[in-house]
């Protein structure tokens, strides 16, 4: 029979050679990256501060690599890299455009909502952001779907990244009594806005700010309640879908 003593001692020795083998994983995964890294940096000429971190994948030897606005794959050596889909052919699955979701997660509460020009559509229980330049066709686009849209509150960032003339006339939007109503009459029935446009703008600086930081490339993108973002000028049907999955 074991004596109480000699079995919390062995029970010790497990627990400190389990938090070894842990350890000595951690750091052979840490060497792995940071060979990965390494490699990439001096070969392909990637930025070390643009690779924002490196991961298995599910598929053996194979690392995802994030450089922010993409992901690429690459071997243990950095050897070889591929820049394309992981797709889970067993489960019909985009592994890639699953991680990016992921990666681009928003956390609304945090956004700087009084940066936004805020229109309330019926009830306006649902909410939404949306990144959006004045002369951006497609940001147009889609503020003719939002008509079709109901019971939402549209927080719209002034983006403003196409020309100066974007530039001036999100700052005339912004100086504007009503920025709601110089928004949607500007997009939807192509009336300049008339405001002088001196006011206080450090908000569209911040939007541009803020905007970088989550690696919003192009305009307009969605971002709603639950933190997806959604890409380009969407569907109705599909933006209705989503709000009502979000909310």
């Known amino acids: 029979m074991q004596t109480r003593t000699h079995f919390t001692t062995r029970l010790a020795a497990l627990v400190v050679a389990v938090a070894a083998s842990a350890l000595g994983c951690s750091a052979q995964a840490d060497q792995t990256t940071d060979k990965i890294k390494s490699a990439l940096v001096s070969r392909l000429g990637i930025d070390a501060g643009d690779i924002k971190g490196i991961t298995k994948t599910p598929m053996a030897g ?7 606005t993409q992901l690429l794959y690459s071997d243990a050596n950095g050897d070889y890299v591929f820049n394309g889909d992981l797709i889970d052919a067993k489960n019909h699955r985009n592994l890639t455009q699953a991680r990016m979701d992921e990666l681009n997660k ?24 949306v990144f959006s330049d004045p002369n951006c066709p497609y940001c147009h686009q889609l503020e003719s779907t939002l008509k079709s ?18 530039t001036a006339k999100a700052k005339q939007i912004w100086c504007s009594t009503d920025r709601a109503k110089a928004w949607e009459s500007w997009m939807l029935d192509r009336k300049a806005p008339t405001a002088a446009g001196t006011c206080d ?19 307009p993108t969605v971002i709603l309640a639950d933190g997806t973002r959604l890409p380009g000028a969407v569907s109705g049907d599909r933006l209705e879908k989503a709000l009502s999955s979000a909310h």
């Open 62 to 68: 194979l690392y995802e690599v994030n450089i922010g």
């Open 106 to 129: 928003v956390d609304f509460a945090s956004l700087p909502l009084a940066n936004a020009v805020k229109v309330v559509k019926g009830n306006g229980s649902r909410k939404m952001v």
């Open 149 to 166: 849209i109901d019971n939402v509150t549209v927080y719209t960032f002034l983006y403003p990244v196409l020309s100066p003339d974007s």
């Open 201 to 219: 703008t450090a908000a569209i600086d911040s939007n541009l700010a803020l905007g970088q930081k989550m690696n919003v490339n192009g305009t």
